[in-house]
């Protein structure tokens, strides 16, 4: 049993104008490709191989370099598709904002910490939402690290990502960074994060 690439929830253009069709196709087909395909030549003969992806990101400190990074690879964007979708609303409703608004007082305080997490993650990396409890808590990682792994520094459950790798904006935004974290928000799927949240 073996991981598979999984299919994106809308056509490569469907993010347009925010994230361009060119960008989304090489960004699944070739890197999250490459992460799936790696992530299973890595596990081969380790007694993680058949485990589940957050059973062997608990373990990563006791795994090869090959499975933390191309096991981050592989879970992270898979979420990212997830949580994003075209024409996403501007703002989560329901428990969800109950519960942004308890952990960081506004929807907006939220927003500024999630996109200071982006713009100062030097280099590669992920900026997240994660879930501890009943509250919320944002985050960065490095390379493709996650809130999953024992190694973090902040552990959780992720329900919202942003990828922050120059393979995620720099054939649209360049060195941008600003610009397209600035957009990401247009085509969050909040549904889709309130799903992650209520777990
Ligand atoms: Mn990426």
């Known amino acids: 049993m073996s991981f598979e690439l999984p299919q994106l929830p809308y056509a490569y253009d469907a993010l347009e104008p925010i994230i361009d069709a060119k960008t989304m196709e090489i960004h699944h087909t070739k890197h999250h490709g490459a992460y799936t395909s790696k ?9 993680f191989e058949g485990k589940k992806i ?7 400190s006791s795994l090869p370099a090959a ?3 191309n096991g981050g690879g592989y879970y992270n964007h898979g979420l990212f598709w997830e949580i994003m979708k075209p024409g996403g609303a501007s703002e989560p409703e329901g428990d969800l ?9 506004s929807f907006k305080n939220f927003k500024d910490a999630f996109t200071q997490a982006a713009l100062t993650r030097f280099g590669s990396g992920w900026a997240w939402l994660i879930k501890q409890g009943d509250s919320l808590v944002v985050s960065s990682t490095p390379n493709q690290d996650n809130p999953l792994m024992d190694v973090a520094d902040v552990k959780g459950t992720p329900v919202l990502g942003i990828d ?22 247009n085509v969050i799927n909040w549904d889709e994060v309130a799903k992650r949240f209520k777990g």
């Not at 957050?54 to 990563?60: D, F, Q, S, T």
């Not at 790798?165 to 928000?185: G, I, M, S, T």
């Open 39 to 47: 992530l299973n030549e890595a596990l081969q003969g380790t007694a």
């Open 54 to 60: 957050e059973e062997i990101l608990a373990g990563i």
């Open 67 to 69: 499975v933390r990074n």
């Open 97 to 105: 904002l109950k519960a942004i608004n308890s952990s960081f007082e």
């Open 164 to 185: 922050v790798w120059e393979h995620a904006y720099y054939l649209k935004y360049q060195n941008r960074r600003p610009e397209y974290v600035d957009a990401f928000w």
